[in-house]
């Protein structure tokens, strides 16, 4: 996944010292971010057409689910920020624990998450039922198959940091930007649909 | 023709055209240039996406969708007020379904120009093979069929109106797999064929083809196949996506040395005009 064996090495070094990573991840950020602006400009705007049936169905979720999941995502994003500076400074070992805790608190947001799905679909709320629910399916469920694809990027994180031949600082820091980009993004979910009335 | 294998590091451009007026240049470029059937590719992806937005967007007049929550007088209506359109618009999608075959052969070469295995191409070009059915050609025959059959029962030419936006709409893992495929390849690859950063915009491309799958299930709402998330959304990405690789495509092909190597970079601007005018003269 290198992209050091190009021949732009020194646009790229430029390019470097400005953000952390690869650039290119930072046009995905971007890109996403201007993408999810787009889903929450709907719901926003959908929810301005109904408020009435928005706010009953807010009242239904469970706002100690969405507080639980959000601690275990800032958590995670802690651990990534932590596992990059031990990297940094070249304390691998250390950057390493931080990368499979940042893991293991992505297990927790998901495992939660999932229960707190159960819990509402036990409840009688599904995709189907209203307006409020299929944004709040569509926009848990988009951005759970982001910390699902987040996995992957930490997976090359821990491969990077493994063994003493690869450890590609850029990597490393590209990996984070993309777990970091998924935290950001789940704060603005949970403030949308749990917090805003 | 041989083409020169070795790596080289300057871009490979065609020895210049003798003078003359344009259309003994074209011959020349036509017969004697090296990159004349990427750039042949290249010409093919650009006036198909132009007809095919023409055709779908004014000529046939199908997008953007209709609402899926229409009743049958009003589908009914509706294929009568397109008829022409439908049955001029359509005939010429048929027409030029072939071309879908050089365009993805251009992007299953830029996969084989990276330093990726070869599987990367052969699995896009499979999948991509497909990419016409669901992508224009079930609906094609479906809005053709209730257009030249207005004497039917109104219902079953309201179930041809389903038909048609769902497989067009519902149908997008084929374009999902296909922009995967062509990411892993560009992330994986250390040629520089593309920029990373198009491997990210891939995936994005690739999500949002997942977002229209609820739009079998629902008549209206953002996620209906004409709604808001599911349809308008997604088409801006869509466009942006194809705009972007489009541009890509014709800067690959610029730097193409038909070496094995990383791709050279275009020379600089004063060098690259004369580069340029080299190579679009055809």
Request: glycine fraction near 6%.
């Amino acid at each position: 996944m290198t992209n050091r064996a190009g021949s732009r090495p020194q646009l790229e070094e430029k390019l470097t010292k400005f953000v952390p990573g690869q650039p290119d991840m930072w046009m995905f950020v971007l890109f996403e971010s201007l993408l999810f602006t787009g889903y929450f400009s709907v719901y926003l705007v959908s929810r301005t057409q109904n408020e009435e049936l928005y706010l009953q169905s807010q009242a239904a979720l469970d706002l100690r689910f969405g507080v639980f999941n959000t601690i275990a995502l800032l958590l995670s994003s802690w651990a990534i920020a932590r596992c990059v500076q031990a990297s940094r400074e070249g304390a691998y070992r250390s950057a390493l624990i931080n990368a499979f805790l940042t893991v293991s608190f992505g297990v927790v947001f998901l495992t939660s998450k999932v229960l707190e799905w159960v819990n509402e679909i036990q409840m009688g709320n599904t995709f189907t039922s209203d307006e409020f629910f299929q944004h709040y399916f569509f926009l848990t469920s988009i951005h759970c198959i982001h910390v699902l694809i987040g996995f992957i990027g930490l997976g090359v994180v821990v491969y990077q940091l493994w063994s003493p031949v690869r450890r590609s600082q850029q990597l490393v820091e590209t990996g984070a930007t993309y777990w970091h980009t998924v935290d950001f993004l789940w704060v603005l979910i949970f403030a949308l649909l749990y917090v805003v009335r | 023709m041989s083409l020169p294998k070795m790596k080289t590091t300057e871009p490979l451009t065609a020895p210049d055209p003798p003078a003359g007026s344009w259309v003994s240049r074209l011959a020349w470029n036509f017969r004697h240039h090296p990159k004349r059937e990427l750039w042949f590719a290249w010409w093919v992806m650009v006036i198909f996406y132009q007809l095919y937005g023409v055709l779908f967007f004014f000529v046939t007049r199908v997008q953007p969708p209709p609402s899926p929550a229409w009743d049958t007088p009003t589908v009914t209506q509706w294929f009568s007020d397109r008829h022409l359109g439908i049955l001029a618009g359509f005939g010429v999608v048929f027409l030029i379904t072939g071309m879908c075959a050089p365009m993805n052969a251009l992007l299953a070469y830029s996969m084989r120009r990276m330093s990726v295995s070869r599987l990367f191409a052969y699995s896009y070009l499979i999948i991509y093979s497909l990419s016409a059915i669901p992508g224009m050609l079930v609906m094609a025959i479906a809005m053709t069929v209730a257009a030249l059959r207005p004497d039917r029962d109104p219902e079953l030419i309201h179930w041809l109106y389903d038909f048609a936006f769902l497989s067009f709409s519902g149908t997008m893992g084929v374009f999902m797999i296909g922009s995967l495929v062509w990411m892993v390849a560009i992330l994986l690859d250390k040629n520089c064929v593309f920029p990373k950063w198009f491997g990210y915009l891939s995936l994005c491309n690739a999500l949002t083809e997942v977002v229209v799958a609820p739009a079998w299930i629902f008549h209206r709402g953002a996620f209906a196949w004409n709604g808001a998330i599911a349809w308008w959304i997604n088409m801006v990405v869509f466009v942006t996506y194809t705009g972007v690789f489009i541009v890509l495509l014709r800067k690959m092909i610029q730097r193409e040395d038909f070496g094995a190597g990383p791709l050279p970079d275009l020379p600089d601007k004063g060098v690259a005009d004369h580069s340029d005018a080299a190579e679009a003269v055809r």
